[in-house]
């Protein structure tokens, strides 16, 4: 059973920083595709960024040079650093795996998901 857990969301003023982690656990032999999501109220869950397994990144054109996405394949781990935020930014991040090969396997995996508010 694969597990995904986030860490790292909050509220923030405009302008600052958070970083969002987000760690897979279980018997896992590779993930293709590691990304973020994000559904504010009302609104559809949308793309953030997603990295392969390749070093291939896709970013949403509204986090373009203030977001960047990483993984450490090692610990089956994506981040998300999120700079000079906006309010425009708050909503729920979800944490997305793509073709998650385990022994059971292949599928996709959400994370239960994190806050980011971003507010004076």
């Known amino acids: 059973q694969v597990q995904l857990v986030e860490s790292g969301g909050g509220l923030v003023q405009p302008g600052g920083s958070l970083r969002l982690s987000c760690a897979a656990s279980?018997?896992?032999?590779?993930?293709?595709?590691m990304g973020w999501y994000r559904q504010a109220p009302g609104k559809q869950r949308e793309l953030v960024a997603a990295?392969?397994?390749?070093?291939?990144?896709n970013y949403a054109d509204s986090v373009k040079g203030r977001f960047t996405i990483s993984r450490d394949n090692a610990k089956n781990t994506v981040y998300l650093q999120m700079n000079s935020l906006k309010p425009e930014d708050t909503a729920v991040y979800y944490c997305?795996?793509?073709?998650?090969?385990?022994?059971?396997?292949?599928?996709?995996?959400w994370g239960q998901g994190t806050q980011v508010t971003v507010s004076s």
């Open positions: 990295l392969t397994s390749g070093i291939r990144t």
């Open positions: 279980g018997t896992i032999f590779s993930i293709n595709v």
């Open positions: 997305n795996c793509k073709s998650v090969l385990t022994p059971q396997g292949l599928r996709d995996y």
